[in-house]
């Protein structure tokens, strides 16, 4: 899962504010020495970290006045000397800080509505990230000594009903703050988690205009209009790429009565669990007619990784990938964010479904061919 908490540092964000209020911070600093450096950023038009301003410890404490800001941005402190950083927003509104050396994650920020808002979904994320992580440390033990399929299918469904739960905290924060700029950057974690684009589209209307202005929200919309070209009912946008042996391999010379083309990778771990009913779907019906095509977003390093995983999961259908990993081109055609994804074409290459996985798979390429 891609969240917004490992990848918040490379985003510019700008949002208008009706009210100047002034812009100060202040705070604390347990257990740091006289005349160390703390110094205040914020990501510019490149994306790019820049420092704006710096202030000294003085016993444990510190306040700086800065500019008032016209846009809101994502800014963070950091301590000269101390790896990691501390979050916040821009905004003309006095901030305050609680910062704990040893453990910046720990810090707390307050002072003003939009870093409420930011700090309340950082936290949901930290939250969700720590339950992901203990339940796919208990998915690997029992893949380690076991490969019971009930025992697997238990924890898949626990796996599911937690991004379920994360979507329906996402939605509820955008409904509930439509001005706030935060809520673009939940939106975009919705497309990285594999929203659907009719739900994007939808909570994308809910934003307000000032917020539909922001670099990231015209970004997002540009990323939806594209994703609309690969909505079921569309054609499947035609590509060629490079399988194992280095041929080159088209779309449009693989397809079957029925095509599935997979989005994957030798790291994804919810890929390779899933591979296992893939391989039984395609053992059971290609000879009927139903082909795939896979698409690996690996590596340019791990080429020996990705050909492992196709011989260890016994991935006998075509396999495709450029090795770019995200940059992977075909992924970006079809608008890939988070794997495993997944695209069913009829036999006239129309999209029919998409992101089916279990017995939803195999019911609907049995519902095709029988056709």
Same mark, same amino acid.
């Given at each position: 899962?891609k969240?917004l908490?490992?990848?918040?540092?490379s985003?510019?964000?700008?949002?208008?504010?009706?009210?100047?209020?002034?812009?100060?911070?202040?705070?604390?600093?347990?257990?740091?020495?006289?005349?160390k450096?703390i110094y205040?950023?914020?990501i510019?038009?490149?994306?790019?970290?820049?420092?704006i301003d710096s202030?000294?410890v003085?016993?444990?404490?510190?306040?700086l006045?800065l500019?008032?800001?016209?846009v809101?941005?994502?800014?963070?402190?950091?301590? &000269?000397?101390?790896?990691?950083n501390?979050?916040?927003?821009s905004?003309n509104?006095p901030?305050?800080?609680?910062?704990?050396?040893? +453990?910046l994650d720990a810090s707390?920020?307050s002072g003003?509505?939009?870093?409420q808002?930011?700090?309340?979904?950082?936290?949901?994320?930290?939250?969700?990230?720590?339950?992901?992580?203990?339940? =796919?440390?208990?998915?690997?033990q029992?893949?380690t000594? +076991?490969?019971?399929?009930?025992?697997?299918?238990?924890?898949?469904?626990?796996?599911?009903e937690?991004r379920?739960?994360?979507?329906?905290?996402k &939605?509820?924060?955008?409904k509930e703050?439509?001005a706030?700029y935060?809520s673009?950057l939940v939106?975009?974690?919705?497309? +990285?988690m594999g929203?659907?684009?009719?739900e994007l589209k939808?909570?994308?209307?809910m934003?307000?205009?000032?917020?539909k202005?922001?670099?990231?929200a015209?970004?997002?919309?540009?990323?939806?209009?594209?994703?609309?070209?690969? /909505?079921?009912?569309?054609k499947?946008? =035609?590509?060629?790429g490079?399988?194992?042996a280095?041929?080159?391999?088209?779309l449009?010379d693989l397809?079957?009565?029925?095509?599935?083309?997979?989005?994957w990778?030798?790291?994804?771990?919810?890929?390779?669990?899933?591979?296992?009913?893939?391989?039984? $779907?395609?053992? &059971?019906?290609?000879?009927?007619?139903?082909n795939i $095509?896979g698409v690996?977003?690996?590596?340019?390093?791990?080429?020996?990784?990705?050909?492992?995983?196709i /011989?260890?999961d016994?991935?006998?259908?075509p396999q495709?990938?450029?090795?770019q990993?995200?940059?992977?081109?075909?992924?970006?055609?079809?608008?890939?964010?988070?794997?495993?994804?997944a695209f069913?074409?009829?036999?006239?290459?129309?999209?029919?479904?998409?992101?089916? =996985?279990?017995?939803?798979l /195999?019911n609907k390429v049995? /519902?095709?061919?029988?056709?």
């Amino acid at each position: 899962m891609k969240y917004l908490f490992l990848i918040v540092l490379s985003i510019s964000l700008t949002s208008c504010q009706e009210d100047t209020n002034g812009y100060a911070i202040s705070g604390n600093v347990k257990n740091l020495e006289n005349g160390k450096m703390i110094y205040v950023s914020s990501i510019d038009q490149n994306n790019q970290p820049q420092i704006i301003d710096s202030v000294l410890v003085e016993n444990e404490k510190f306040s700086l006045d800065l500019a008032e800001v016209e846009v809101s941005g994502l800014s963070f402190l950091t301590i &000269k000397g101390v790896n990691g950083n501390v979050m916040f927003i821009s905004e003309n509104e006095p901030i305050k800080f609680e910062i704990y050396k040893d +453990s910046l994650d720990a810090s707390k920020v307050s002072g003003g509505k939009e870093n409420q808002i930011f700090y309340e979904y950082l936290n949901h994320l930290k939250g969700l990230n720590q339950e992901m992580m203990q339940l =796919r440390m208990e998915m690997q033990q029992m893949a380690t000594t +076991s490969r019971d399929p009930e025992s697997m299918a238990r924890f898949q469904q626990k796996e599911l009903e937690l991004r379920e739960r994360d979507m329906v905290f996402k &939605k509820k924060m955008i409904k509930e703050n439509p001005a706030a700029y935060v809520s673009v950057l939940v939106l975009t974690d919705m497309q +990285s988690m594999g929203a659907s684009t009719s739900e994007l589209k939808e909570h994308y209307e809910m934003l307000s205009e000032e917020m539909k202005q922001l670099p990231l929200a015209k970004s997002l919309k540009s990323g939806l209009d594209k994703r609309s070209a690969v /909505e079921i009912g569309s054609k499947a946008p =035609r590509f060629t790429g490079p399988d194992p042996a280095g041929n080159q391999l088209a779309l449009e010379d693989l397809m079957g009565k029925v095509t599935l083309i997979d989005f994957w990778a030798a790291w994804c771990r919810p890929c390779r669990i899933e591979n296992p009913n893939i391989v039984r $779907i395609y053992n &059971k019906y290609h000879d009927h007619g139903f082909n795939i $095509i896979g698409v690996s977003l690996d590596r340019g390093d791990q080429r020996d990784r990705w050909l492992q995983a196709i /011989e260890e999961d016994k991935l006998t259908w075509p396999q495709i990938s450029n090795l770019q990993f995200w940059d992977e081109p075909i992924a970006q055609l079809y608008g890939v964010r988070a794997i495993p994804a997944a695209f069913i074409l009829d036999e006239n290459g129309v999209i029919v479904a998409t992101n089916l =996985r279990g017995d939803d798979l /195999e019911n609907k390429v049995k /519902e095709l061919l029988e056709k």
